[in-house]
């Protein structure tokens, strides 16, 4: 018999985000070659936003957003881990539309 399919929906003031695949090795504006070895302190990363609850105000599904990955609440769905947070504790949003961004974009 056939399981049945339960679609997930975030509550709420939830956000579920994937994580942009990290690069192997990355390059300083200078041209530093700096391993994928390297931890970097406090370093922020860009996700994807899969899910959002019903209170969340500022994000919707597709925007790109600017995080603290570390002391996240992590879920594995179908071999892809995605991150589950508050959206107040993302620092910014990368989308197509804006009323006052910072001139800068992805």
Known sequence: MEQPKFE???LHDRVMIRL?????????????V???TVKLANRLAWGE???VGSNVRSVKVGDKVLLNPEDQFEVELHAQTY????????HAVATQETDHGT???L
Do not use: F, H, N, T
């Open 49 to 51: 936003v899969c899910g």
């Open 20 to 32: 942009e695949q990290k690069a192997e090795e990355r390059r300083s504006g200078s041209g530093i």
């Open 83 to 90: 991150l589950v947070m508050r959206e107040r504790d993302l």
């Open 8 to 10: 997930i929906q975030m």
């Open 103 to 105: 001139g800068l974009y």
């Open 34 to 36: 700096i391993p994928a």
